[in-house]
């Protein structure tokens, strides 16, 4: 899935997205700029952590979600 495809995936997904990536901070990075370049202010309400229990997992999700549960989305890997 590429950068774009999963922001809006997370944006239209009540638990957001969850990704799998080798390199996080690169990853975080190419999803801002983005992001940036879109300017859509939709995804204004995303944003991006890291899972608090895979280093290799990012996660973006709406500002007043906690992030997604295990199980509520499906894991997808980012084409970075």
Same mark, same amino acid.
């Given at each position: 899935? #590429?950068?774009?495809? @999963? ?5 239209? *997904? $009540? ?9 996080? /901070? ?13 300017? #859509?202010?939709?995804? @204004? ?5 890291? *899972? $608090? ?9 709406? /500002? ?17």
């Amino acid at each position: 899935m #590429d950068c774009l495809e @999963a922001w809006y995936t997370a944006l239209h *997904s $009540p638990n957001g997205a969850k990704f799998a990536t080798e390199d996080v /901070e690169k990853a975080k990075q190419q999803l801002y700029r983005i992001r940036k370049e879109i300017n #859509d202010p939709q995804l @204004a309400v995303l944003f991006l952590t890291t *899972s $608090p229990t895979n280093p290799n997992h990012i996660w973006i999700v709406h /500002e007043k979600k906690a992030g997604p549960r295990q199980g509520d989305i499906e894991l997808d890997t980012l084409d970075i």
